[in-house]
């Protein structure tokens, strides 16, 4: 069994940052890709940064040039650091990882999702 353990988020104003962690555990022989989706009320969950295992990032187009996303292979943590915050990213944050087990099996993972609240 895999795990993803979220932390970081938080209640922080308008034009504030906050940090999310991510950490997988479990049968773990490698993971593959990684990322953030968030999903507001009434909204579908979107996907708002990836990174691969060789470091290559991409992001939504709402979040360019106020997130990042990087990842520890080491510590099998994804982070998302958050500036410029605007209310419009209040969401439920969530990690996903496409992990290969030891079994070997591949398969997607998610976290039980942090809540980001950004006041106006």
């Known amino acids: 069994q895999v795990r993803l353990v979220e932390s970081g988020g938080g209640l922080v104003q308008a034009g504030g940052s906050l940090r999310l962690s991510c950490t997988a555990s479990g049968r773990i022989f490698s993971i593959n890709a990684m990322g953030w989706y968030r999903q507001a009320p009434g909204k579908q969950r979107e996907l708002v940064a990836a990174i691969t295992s060789r470091g290559s990032t991409n992001y939504a187009d709402s979040v360019k040039g106020r997130f990042t996303i990087s990842r520890d292979n080491a510590k099998n943590t994804v982070y998302l650091q958050m500036n410029s915050l605007k209310p419009e990213d209040t969401a439920v944050y969530y990690c996903?990882?496409?992990?290969?087990?030891?079994?070997?099996?591949?398969?997607?993972?998610w976290g039980q999702g942090t809540q980001v609240t950004v006041s106006s």
């Open positions: 996903n990882a496409d992990v290969t087990d030891t079994l070997p099996r591949r398969a997607d993972y």
